[in-house]
């Protein structure tokens, strides 16, 4: 079975502070994908990346960057110059790569409150 | 496009009430997807389509039902409404490899 932890509950820090939100998921599958989500305070989920086991290069987006380390297991989500609109809840989720499995097994969440 | 569609946005039912989410996507994705939503637990899989006419449980499908007579809609049915299906319920849809593209959610509350 596929589990995803995402250990820290909430997260505050003052606007501008970098900020790494944790992921640590556990599969014995050696093909699959590993998901970030984001879930504003308007509700909706916003994909942020996706990323394949195959592939542990790094990769970074503006302020996002990603670091997949399959050694740990962890898939770590930074954000450099936090603003008070990244504040929400963020989601670490995996999903297996075999044909018919349509399973993303998610994280609880991790609630990151920007503080202006 | 309108992306993924659901309605209604908010719901209140009173035990054993039934109900059908409705769920409508406009970009020919052939796969749509139940989650549920609740504190604590991030979200959970109720039931899945990988395409028209197929359909398949995921992690808590009991006390739903689903069909799939259409690409675009995914209809989810409450038959007898429990205070344990009081959640925030997503539908997604995706296509081929992509990754899942979610709607804005409902949000349901048994009584």
């Known amino acids: 079975a596929q589990k995803v932890t995402q250990a820290q509950t909430e997260i505050s820090v003052v606007e501008k502070e970098d900020v790494t939100l944790d992921c640590v998921y556990e599969?014995?599958?050696?093909?699959?994908?590993l998901f970030w989500y984001k879930q504003p305070p308007s509700g909706e989920l916003v994909f942020l990346i996706r990323r394949n086991s195959f592939d542990e290069q790094n990769e970074i987006s503006g302020r996002y960057s990603w670091n997949f380390q399959k050694s740990t297991s962890s898939f770590n989500f930074t954000i450099t110059a936090s603003q008070v609109v990244d504040s929400a809840v963020y989601f670490c989720?995996?999903?297996?790569?075999?044909?018919?499995?349509?399973?993303?097994?998610f994280g609880t969440g991790t609630r990151l409150t920007i503080i202006p | 496009n309108a992306g993924v569609t659901q309605t209604p946005k908010f719901q209140v039912l009173k035990t054993g009430q039934s109900m059908t989410l409705q769920c409508a996507q406009d970009m020919n994705h052939e796969y749509m997807s139940w989650y549920r939503q609740d504190p604590g637990m991030g979200l959970r899989l109720i039931h899945y389509?990988?395409?028209?006419?197929?359909?398949d449980q995921g992690e808590v499908p009991n006390g739903y039902n689903v069909s799939r007579s259409t690409t675009e809609d995914f209809p989810l049915r409450l038959l007898s409404a429990a205070p344990s299906q009081t959640s925030v319920y997503f539908c997604?849809?995706?296509?081929?490899?992509?990754?899942?593209?979610f709607g804005n959610g409902t949000r349901l509350t048994v009584t």
């Open positions: 997604a849809s995706r296509l081929d490899n992509s990754p899942l593209h």
């Open positions: 599969t014995r599958d050696t093909t699959y994908y």
């Open positions: 389509s990988v395409g028209a006419g197929i359909t």
């Open positions: 989720a995996l999903k297996l790569s075999n044909f018919g499995n349509e399973k993303l097994t």
